[in-house]
């Protein structure tokens, strides 16, 4: 499979599309990589082309330093995403890639006066909403492997991999750094639809906190939610693709 990879590679597209009239822009959830996002090119429309953002250090990245903030990351992924940015954009965040996709949107309209046409995020709290105050990249490797496992992602066999969770935790950490030192400040809403996605059984997530998204848009906001835990990116992959090609429909891509 050929992999286009553009400008250093902080974005990936397994499966070039030049007849495509939008470009689908994956972010990954926090300790995750390009891959996560291998199964739903196949199953793209041939009117979208998938591209996948791949952060440092992970993958094909490995040797580069990681970024534990998001003005580390934000600033240059959007200039790097104005390289594709001659066709609409459709953005989709998981969990930490929700926030990396909503900011990154609002550094395009600041910085190059280029709207999205659409923000997709899941499993992740509207950004303006208080957190609580975490340090959970302090933790102790053997506490947050107990944090993963609440989680619920991760196989117990690799919790139980020493070798693997030396290289993983790293990356886990500096990406808990990101979420946990976000600060949100105040500006318009984005002038792009946003749909939200949530599990049911999400422990950390309410759907009242995926509804307040709306504040985010002056344009519609729809929220959907499955029976699911909180990575229904995996569980629930087909029904939010479902969900993403009708809500871009009545713009006439199809």
């Not at 002038?191 to 848009?217: H, K, M, R, V």
Request: negative net charge; contains cysteine.
């Amino acid at each position: 499979m050929n992999t286009v990879m553009i400008n250093r590679s902080w974005l990936l597209c397994q499966k070039p599309n030049p007849a495509a009239r939008m470009r689908l822009v994956c972010f990954p959830y926090a300790g995750g990589n390009a891959r996560i996002y291998d199964s739903w090119a196949a199953s793209m429309p041939a009117e979208l082309e998938l591209h996948v953002v791949q952060l440092p250090g992970r993958g094909n990245r490995f040797a580069e330093p990681l970024c534990s903030h998001i003005s580390e990351i934000v600033p240059v992924l959007a200039k790097e995403i104005m390289a594709v940015a001659d066709k609409p954009l459709v953005f989709f965040g998981h969990s930490m890639g929700a926030l990396l996709g909503f900011e990154v949107a609002r550094q395009l309209r600041s910085t190059y006066a280029k709207p999205i046409a659409h923000l997709f995020v899941s499993a992740f709290k509207a950004p303006h909403l208080p957190r609580m105050k975490t340090e959970r990249y302090r933790l102790s490797d053997e506490d947050l492997i107990e944090e993963l496992r609440h989680f619920n992602g991760t196989p117990e066999i690799l919790l139980k991999d020493k070798e693997l969770m030396d290289m993983f935790l790293p990356v886990m950490r500096a990406d808990l750094e990101v979420c946990e030192t976000y600060a949100y400040t105040d500006e318009l809403p984005l002038p792009c639809p946003i749909t939200a996605f949530g599990g049911l059984y999400d422990q950390g997530i309410t759907p009242n906190e995926l509804s307040d998204w709306c504040e985010q848009t002056s344009e519609g906001f729809q929220l959907e939610l499955f029976q699911g835990d909180h990575f229904i990116v995996h569980s629930h992959r087909n029904e939010m693709l479902d969900y993403m090609k009708k809500a871009v429909n009545p713009m006439g891509v199809y």
